[in-house]
């Protein structure tokens, strides 16, 4: 286990719904990576937060906003949902500290919007 | 912008034997690293091993290896002695340059491991 967690394990939401996804990084690590999986795909790269600001962005819409909190656990809030925010978010901790900087990832919440 | 492509959907190993996964990417930056992922089908993406873009050696963890050929812009996996549990869908990520250094995946391979 990577000590990475996430809740709620599943939802499901309306089109026009607005949803909260939450995630508690990896002890020793400061940065956080939001990724969404549609089926059958690659995890595509949201955001991540860096002490507590946005340090990159990924294609999506501002409907997709984050926080980072000082115990460096995150949320990815979406509003405004749509059928094709049904996926599988998964989230990341990595430290930034050199070259080789691996995300750790955490078990992921499946998101079902009707 | 950087590209990874794998180009095996499914792959099927007899139990004991070794398979190679393929990935090939694409980036103009110097320097970057390259990730496997293994993602059975509760989810979570586990990570498996790390090749960084100046690394001279061809990294190893246990029974996986990447076989990084960088004039080709390959970084195929190789799993030696495949188990049962092995049977996933398997990622090839690599890093950006920058400061965010997101991820980027490739489609992945399905591996079944035949008993």
């Known amino acids: 286990e990577t000590g990475v967690t996430q809740s709620p394990t599943h939802l499901i939401k309306t089109r026009g719904q607005q949803v909260t996804l939450r995630c508690s990084s990896q002890?020793?690590?400061?940065?956080v990576s939001w990724y969404q999986q549609a089926l059958g795909q690659g995890p595509q790269f949201i955001f991540q937060y860096y002490r507590e600001e946005e340090n990159g962005r990924g294609n999506f819409p501002p409907r997709f906003s984050g926080l980072q909190f000082p115990n460096y656990s995150s949320e990815l809030n979406v509003n405004a949902l749509e059928l094709d925010d049904s996926a599988l978010y998964l989230c990341a901790s990595s430290h930034i500290a050199g070259v080789q900087e691996t995300q750790y990832f955490g078990p992921g919440t499946r998101l079902l919007v009707l | 912008a950087q590209k990874i492509t794998q180009t095996q959907p499914g792959m099927f190993v007899q139990e004991k034997e070794a398979v190679t996964l393929d990935c090939t990417y694409d980036t103009s930056d110097q320097s970057y690293g390259l990730f496997w992922y293994k993602q059975p089908s509760s989810g979570e993406m586990i990570f498996l091993i790390y090749q960084g873009s100046y690394d001279e050696q061809n990294a190893t963890e246990g029974r996986y290896s990447l076989n990084f050929q960088k004039a080709r812009k390959s970084a195929n996996l190789v799993i030696s002695a495949s188990q049962l549990g092995d049977s996933a869908m398997y990622f090839c990520a690599m890093s950006a340059s920058g400061s965010a250094r997101q991820l980027t995946f490739g489609s992945g391979t399905q591996l079944t491991v035949l008993p």
């Open positions: 002890s020793g690590h400061n940065t």
